[in-house]
């Protein structure tokens, strides 16, 4: 397994950079637009390097949630939302941590992990 994350993306820096703005408006790409390539990209790569031995891709919620390209190998990983049923619906593999921020093992009481 890899855990490649994709939490916490905030693209608006890419439309701040004057090359990457440039690489966007020419392939008339959105923040999500560029989000999509990019993990599409990051994706093949793995695979093509792990030749027939494809490991395991885990993302965060968020890559899910933007459209981002999940293959069969691909699994979703939860940790803002314990609606798991797009993923499924989708014959997408699943891991379950929301409601337990892994660093503390436990809710937080007071904190935006806390459901």
């Given at each position: 397994m890899i855990h490649l994350g994709g939490d916490e993306v905030v693209g608006g820096c890419w439309s701040e950079?004057?090359?990457i703005?440039?690489?966007m408006k020419s392939k008339g790409l959105s923040?999500?637009?560029l989000w999509?390539?990019?993990h599409k990209g990051v994706y093949d790569g793995i695979d093509e390097v792990a030749g027939?031995?494809?490991p395991y891709l885990v993302y965060w919620n968020e890559a899910f949630e933007n459209g981002n390209y999940f293959g069969e190998n691909s699994i979703v990983h939860y940790w803002?939302?314990?609606d798991k049923s797009r993923a499924i619906n989708n014959n997408i593999k699943v891991i379950q941590s929301a409601s337990w921020y892994l660093d503390k093992m436990h809710p937080t009481p007071g904190s935006h992990y806390f459901f």
């Open positions: 950079d004057k090359d703005s440039a690489y923040i999500s637009g999509k390539e990019w027939g031995n494809k803002t939302s314990t």
